[in-house]
């Protein structure tokens, strides 16, 4: 009696207790040759090579520098990477990077690595300031900071964008929040570092400047206008709100009028407009702007009309802020009034 055969094993039969039997996520990248002797596995090394391949895949003229394990240079960016275990829903971001002043990274670069399998995800990156929204306090923490795979967006092509288009000068630094802006300067010709940081510029002001259909109750005698505007550009790429450079790419474009109104007795309140960069235009959807404790927003159809709230003014500072979805997220430096037009300056004590 003859024994049957034993069967040959399927090459392709997937092991279903095999993770990487399951779908990749996107962004996800297969190492070129994972197995190759003498080079290092540990995870920063391995998402430094899926940089590099898909760098060179892409044709990019890129500068790339390893600075150590974990954080290089693209360009003149400085890059902190943290890594973490491929199906894990989140990172640690640690907080010594981010305590360094002028020095600390433009951005964080996550990266979700599987030595074995030679398969590395890098669903995005985050700006300095984005990371700084999301962990306020990271600068003086003790412990790192939990970060969701959510928080990152765009992928490679985010960085490549950036590194591309951007200077490091362009992207906010990653030190703490600036000092009130005084909206009393924008009278005298100047503009703060803070907002000129995110392409802000001084309009010239005109009396049809001031487009509000109602000027707000409590108005003093005089024909109310527009004193000071102040523009910053926007856009929407990626899902996210760009300012500066970046926005050169994006066709969803809009910008954010700050607009200081009164009479001639002086500035009586701020105007802070939202509003399609070409007339007639749409605002992209989903888009929210706030305004100390007020919001507005677009909707899930988006709208023609501009968004506009109105803050009178007040000792107050002004927080103004703007996101979209439930992602990118844009705050301003507050603003607060100081000396209105028409006041006297303080003089010297004597």
Sequence with gaps: ????????????????????????????????????????????????????????ELGLDLR???????????????????????????????????????????????????????????????TAAELRQRCPGLASAEAPCPLPLTAFRGGLDRLWLLGRLLTPEALLPSEPAAAPVRLRDWLDGLLAEALV??????????????????????????????????????????????????????????????????????AQWLEVRLEPELPGDLLPQRLTLRVDDRTIDTGG?????????????????IAIGLWHGDGSRLALPPLHFGATLGEPEPGPAG
Excluded at 39 to 47: G, K, M, N, Q, T
């Design 1 to 56: 009696m003859t024994s049957s055969p034993t069967p040959m094993p399927d090459p392709f039969d997937e092991d279903p207790d095999d993770p990487l039997a399951l779908p990749l996520p996107p962004h996800t990248l297969w190492l070129d040759e994972p197995e190759s002797p003498g080079l290092p596995r540990d995870h920063p090394s391995l998402a430094l090579r899926a940089l590099r391949q898909q760098r060179a």
């Design 64 to 126: 790339l520098r390893e600075n150590s394990g974990d954080s290089f240079q693209l360009e003149g960016f400085r890059v902190q990477m943290v890594c973490a275990p491929f199906w894990s829903e989140e990172l640690a971001v640690p907080p010594q990077p981010w305590r360094l002043g002028a020095r600390s990274p433009h951005l964080l670069l996550g990266a979700w690595v599987d030595e074995e399998a030679g398969v590395v995800r890098l669903p995005g990156v985050l």
């Design 197 to 266: 940081a995110l392409g802000a510029e001084l309009l010239p002001a005109s009396a049809g400047a001031f487009r509000s259909p109602a000027a707000p109750v409590g108005l003093a005698s005089g024909l109310p206008t527009a004193l000071a505007t102040v523009a910053i550009p926007l856009a929407l790429a990626l899902g996210r709100i760009e300012t500066g450079p970046a926005r050169r790419v994006a066709s969803e474009r809009f910008r954010l009028l700050l607009q200081l109104c009164g009479a001639m007795e002086g």
């Design 301 to 317: 159809d988006g709208g023609c009309g501009p968004l506009c709230l109105t803050v009178p003014a007040g000792e107050e500072p």
